[in-house]
């Protein structure tokens, strides 16, 4: 394997770990969001749900932009093709994501029921519609996106709606939701409950505690069920398996002939030709059903957290090991797909990238360690009590 051709897996790998630690923080971040509206029977209790997250959900949300930075200058054709593509989509995602901090910072300005009472909705919304987006996308991901390259020779998204004379960009983002999307979108959100209710359990005490115990546990069993389900739904849908122009030297050459020479073939069950090749890639959805079970079993809040960001992992890195090395599948034209080959930047901007990335992401990695380990270190568990005491000090 040549240099431009190592540089470009790194980078598959770089982009993967921002995507777990964005799963990662953010899960239980929005997880706490969905379950603080249900969870807290009175508004103290709500309260100190909204408070076990928010020292840190500003911060939290820096994975999301960090990781869409990334992918423009690592990937940009999958940057071009997906943020003008599925516009539609990502503006819901930031509209969802716009009523949170309104929510975090609004709610308890006014004495009122109705007042509050809407900014747990708007909490609610905000923190499950991008969840249900992104694992909708994700299934698409596994299905095939409707694009193809322009006459200029840039990557263009033609809309399924489109294709049929049909220019409505609403009417594309509907052809979207299929039966296996929608599936992997209701498990992005028993992943975040799971990891939320992992994540409060360790924060809260009481009967709080005890509900967050209950609802990781059915997350947990919801969470492995789902998770087969997606994997036995694989075997019956038609995967594609990318052939490299074999005149090409490397497999990097394709980024110079994204047109030319590769062909994509689809067969029934080939998404699992990775594992069928090297079974022991079989240890990432492996650590996924461990972790899950993990925080099924433990009772220790720690150790289940543990478990949580395991199973995390674990779903992240099975989602890029079962499209290797496909980022945006074409539905239309297979072999004009973008590939982990195919659709990266140039050898020197790959390289200023991982340098960068080598430096900046260590230290922000030891200072989000850092500032959760404060945060932690006050032994201070969030309940009622602790809400009407400091009335006038928290969210």
């Not at 949170?100 to 509050?116: C, D, G, L, Q």
Request: glycine share 10%; net charge positive; proline share 5%.
């Amino acid at each position: 394997m040549d240099l431009f051709s190592l540089l470009q897996l790194l980078s598959w790998l770089v982009i993967g770990t921002l995507m777990f630690l964005l799963v990662a923080v953010m899960g239980f971040d929005m997880g706490s969001g969905m379950l603080a509206r249900f969870v807290g029977k009175t508004d103290a209790e709500r309260r100190a749900i909204i408070n076990v997250v928010a020292p840190t959900w500003d911060g939290n949300q820096v994975w999301f932009i960090t990781l869409g930075g990334a992918i423009f200058a690592i990937w940009p054709r999958v940057y071009a093709a997906s943020f003008s593509g599925l516009y539609i989509g990502i503006l819901i995602v930031l509209w969802g994501l716009f009523c949170r901090p309104v929510a975090f910072e609004y709610r308890s300005k006014i004495h009122s029921e109705k007042w509050r009472g809407f900014w747990d909705w708007m909490l609610f919304i905000g923190s499950s519609v991008p969840m249900l987006v992104a694992g909708v996308a994700i299934g698409n991901t596994f299905l095939g996106f409707p694009i193809s390259f322009d006459p200029d020779n840039l990557r263009f998204f033609y809309g399924a709606g489109g294709m049929q004379g049909n220019p409505s960009a609403f009417y594309d983002l509907i052809l979207l939701l299929k039966p296996f999307a929608l599936l992997m979108g209701v498990f992005a959100i028993v992943m975040s409950v799971m990891h939320g209710a992992a994540y409060c359990a360790m924060r809260t005490d009481g009967i709080l505690q005890k509900r967050f115990y209950k609802i990781k546990n059915v997350s947990a069993i919801l969470f492995i069920v789902l998770f087969s389900l997606a994997g036995l739904w694989l075997c019956f849908i038609p995967g594609y398996r990318w052939h490299a122009d074999p005149t090409w030297p490397t497999l990097s050459a394709a980024v110079a002939h994204p047109l030319q020479g590769a062909t994509v073939s689809m067969i029934k069950g080939g998404w699992l030709y990775n594992y069928i090749q090297h079974p022991g890639l079989l240890l990432a959805p492996a650590l996924a059903f461990i972790g899950a079970f993990l925080v099924f079993v433990f009772q220790r809040p720690l150790w289940s957290f543990t478990g949580s960001i395991l199973a995390c992992f674990g779903a992240v890195f099975t989602v890029g090991l079962t499209l290797f090395p496909f980022i945006m599948p074409s539905s239309i034209n297979p072999n004009q797909s973008l590939v982990v080959w195919n659709a990266s930047s140039s050898q020197t901007s790959l390289m200023g990238i991982l340098l960068a990335a080598l430096i900046f992401l260590p230290i922000i990695f030891i200072y989000t360690t850092f500032v959760y380990k404060k945060m932690w270190g006050r032994g201070v568990y969030m309940n009622a009590n602790e809400i009407n005491k400091r009335n006038h000090e928290l969210y």
